[in-house]
């Protein structure tokens, strides 16, 4: 389809150049319009990194926050397309919830309102050319810097300016037009008019990607007289409807959190354009009423345009803005969440080729997807040492959860590696490879050390093949203290692999930092080598050479799984500690502290009732 789509464009084009100047200018406009967007969106993309998940977080806590960021994102990016994928790149990786998301978009609609007041008030009505070119030299200039900050900066001054020529040469291409060819002619009146206009509109938002310059070349005919009043508020409708496709698009990469957002989008404006349509008369007179209220002409046609747009909009908001709740509802059930599975082989689930362009969405993915990896690398953990996961991440003695697991499954190490984890390890591995592309020197170092914490969960699985080999052996072994050292070592993993996740479900680093020297500790302390316990059960004759080289090297083999794994989580906790707080002592918390200790007792609680919605989880995941 492409390739025919494509060779037409160019050769109407073509031919349009080649009868009448007048359009070449009009199309001129367009085109220097759609530049001056994208070096834009480039330019505000370099302030994505940094901080951003710290005003997302502060913005969008709750429905009035989430549309007043998407209106004034909106406005300044002047951008509804770039709004709608960083929404959903962001709804992706983890950083906004599908209600926030909601809200955003919402927000967003209105904001691209703006766009048509400021063509409508300034564009038609002044040389806006003048103000852009002193624009133009100044972003060059900064676009030359060697700063990064100053070069985002010239990229936005430069985008801004060549809005500015878009719009001047689109206003005086149809005014030249109008001199030779009058548009107006083709004009269609009721709704025949209405449903064709609109058609055109979204035909038109389709091919350009952008609403923005659809409404601007709307608003430019409009002033020239080359489209009616009524075929313009039709064009306005569809440019609305017509900018979902942009966000659909979008989401083709994303995760199912992505592709609910583009529904929401979807139905929201497909939602509004309908209800336009339906009300187009009594909206057309509520027009006219507020015109009269803000003083503008009964015969100033482009500010009426701008109105009715904004109108409608606003009413789509006032309309939608209940429903936000059986949406989410509605979308997540049309949409459920899924493991890709490729060839038998899991695969990520948070990262994605969109979500790599913007750097605090690329990090917060990252760890999402490295959370991903060690709940399965913990799951695995478990099947080794014959433990039903619930009961490990769940608040029973550990001593009776091994005492009561008697049961032996042969556990194929190498084939829970390949289906588990190596395809997310692949992915995280060329992910965070590009990702660093476009980031700054200290999100590369929390990227690098992300990674480590992948390889490190991928090496912990790997140990597991030799302590595998023993266990099944001396779990259930006749010699009393040979079965209760496993039991003892069993224990142990187990109770540190529940350590672990407890610092896993703490939202405040500091605190799941503090919980994992504690585990540190634990695991120097119960060194069976350096404890002296093996060479006690040796001289009190309680178990045979050739079962203290067993006992030995399981033991060394399960410190080898436990270092590995704490070590990710070390790096992980801390990674986040870095991302989410401003720059902390890095003296160790104390964990004889009472209120580190409450923490600690109250995180262990919160994962009975975390419980089943974990075993479900892992459902998802997929078994083997």
Avoid: C
């Avoid at 994992?516 to 093996?534: C, S, Y």
């Amino acid at each position: 389809m492409k390739k025919v789509i494509l060779p037409s464009i160019i050769l109407i084009l073509s031919w349009g150049f080649w009868i009448s100047p007048e359009f070449m200018q009009v199309a001129a406009g367009v085109a220097i319009f759609m530049f001056g967007m994208l070096s834009l969106e480039e330019g505000f993309q370099t302030f994505t990194g940094g901080i951003l998940e710290r005003i997302l977080d502060v913005a969008t806590k709750g429905p009035i926050r989430s549309l007043v960021f998407g209106l004034v994102t909106t406005t300044l990016m002047q951008s509804s397309s770039l709004v709608s994928l960083l929404t959903i790149t962001f709804l992706s990786a983890g950083l906004i919830s599908l209600a926030q998301g909601i809200g955003i978009i919402f927000g967003s609609n209105i904001g691209t309102t703006t766009g048509a007041w400021l063509m409508a008030t300034v564009g038609v009505k002044m040389d806006i050319a003048k103000f852009a070119l002193p624009m133009l030299v100044f972003g060059i200039l900064l676009i030359f810097q060697s700063d990064r900050k100053l070069k985002a900066g010239g990229q936005i001054l430069f985008g801004v300016s060549l809005l500015f020529l878009g719009i001047a040469n689109m206003k005086d291409g149809f005014e030249s037009l109008s001199q030779s060819i009058d548009l107006s002619q083709y004009a269609v009146a009721g709704l025949p008019g209405l449903l064709l206009y609109a058609s055109i509109g979204i035909v038109a938002t389709v091919v350009m990607q952008s609403s923005h310059a659809v409404l601007m070349l709307t608003i430019a005919a409009l002033a020239t007289g080359q489209v009616t009043y009524d075929n313009g508020l039709a064009l306005a409708i569809g440019a609305n409807v017509g900018t979902t496709i942009t966000a659909v698009l979008g989401s083709l990469n994303a995760n199912p959190a992505g592709r609910r957002l583009a529904g929401a989008h979807m139905i929201f404006n497909f939602g509004t354009g309908l209800i336009a349509i339906l009300l187009i008369g009594p909206i057309k007179t509520l027009v006219d009423i507020s015109a009269g209220w803000f003083g503008i002409a009964a015969d100033d046609y482009t500010l009426k345009l701008a109105l009715f747009h904004t109108i409608f909009n606003v009413l789509g908001v006032v309309v939608f803005m209940p429903l936000v709740g059986w949406m989410v509802r509605f979308l997540e059930r049309v949409i459920p969440d899924k493991t890709p599975i490729e060839a038998g082989v899991e695969q990520a689930m948070f990262i994605n080729e969109a979500v790599g362009e913007f750097p605090d969405a690329a990090l917060v993915a990252l760890d999402s997807e490295i959370r991903h990896l060690g709940l399965n690398a913990i799951e695995i953990i478990a099947r080794v040492l014959q433990l039903p996961l619930a009961e490990v991440l769940g608040t029973r003695p550990m001593s009776e959860v091994v005492g009561e697991a008697r049961a032996y499954e042969q556990t194929n190490v190498d084939e829970l590696y390949r289906t588990r984890m190596k395809g997310i390890y692949s992915e995280i591995v060329e992910f965070a490879s590009k990702a660093t592309s476009n980031m700054t020197p200290e999100q590369t170092d929390a990227v690098y050390r992300l990674r480590g914490a992948a390889r490190d969960l991928v090496e912990s699985v790997k140990a597991l093949r030799l302590l595998e080999r023993n266990l099944g052996t001396y779990m259930n072994s006749e010699n009393d203290t040979m079965r209760a050292e496993y039991d003892r070592l069993r224990t142990h993993l187990g109770q540190m692999l529940r350590d672990i996740q407890t610092a896993r479900e703490t939202e405040d680093p500091d605190v799941a930092v503090a919980l994992l020297e504690a585990v540190k500790d634990a695991m120097a302390e119960d060194d069976i080598l350096a404890n002296g316990r093996l060479d006690q059960l040796i001289r009190d004759h309680l178990i045979t050479p050739e079962m203290a080289s067993s006992l030995m090297n399981d033991s060394a083999y399960a410190y080898e799984v436990l270092t590995k794994i704490v070590t990710a989580a070390d790096g992980l906790f801390r990674t986040r500690r870095e991302l989410l707080s401003s720059p902390l002592e890095e003296a160790r918390i104390d964990m004889e502290d009472d209120t580190v200790l409450d923490r600690r007792s109250e995180l262990l609680t919160g994962l009975r009732e975390k419980g089943d919605k974990l075993q479900s989880r892992i459902g998802e995941l997929g078994k083997t």
